[in-house]
């Protein structure tokens, strides 16, 4: 089965920047990262379809890269401009289907990655 492994998380200031890796026993088709926050619902952030992000969520468009290392079976998101409202726990997903937008559908999940921004 498909394991997956995210680090890069931790503190920063209002305004920084992190990397998130997802590391990846295989590279599936679809790929996704999610994010819960407490009390509130997992959500999507970016989904990545074959070589290239398809759709990010519009509260991190513009500030978020999801990308792949060619080198390995890993899967990143660049964030910069943190926000505060962007401290969650960050998911790396994926799925054998061909359709990737579809966020009911992911069903290997890795352990997560805290993420915290201060203001």
């Known amino acids: 089965q498909v394991q997956l492994v995210e680090s890069g998380g931790g503190s920063v200031q209002a305004g920084g920047s992190l990397k998130l890796s997802c590391a990846a026993s295989q590279f599936l088709y679809c790929m996704a990262w999610f994010r819960q926050a407490p009390g509130k619902e997992r959500e999507v952030v970016a989904i990545?379809?074959?070589?290239?992000?398809?759709y990010y969520s519009d509260s991190v468009k513009g500030r978020f890269t999801a990308s792949q290392d060619n080198t390995k079976n890993t899967l990143l998101l660049q964030m910069n401009s943190l926000k505060p409202e962007d401290s969650a726990m960050y998911y790396c997903?994926?799925?054998?289907?061909?359709?990737?937008?579809?966020?009911?559908?992911?069903?290997?999940w890795g352990q997560g990655t805290q993420v915290t921004v201060s203001s």
């Open positions: 997903a994926a799925h054998r289907a061909d359709y990737c937008n579809s966020p009911a559908e992911y069903n290997y």
């Open positions: 990545y379809e074959g070589r290239d992000t398809t």
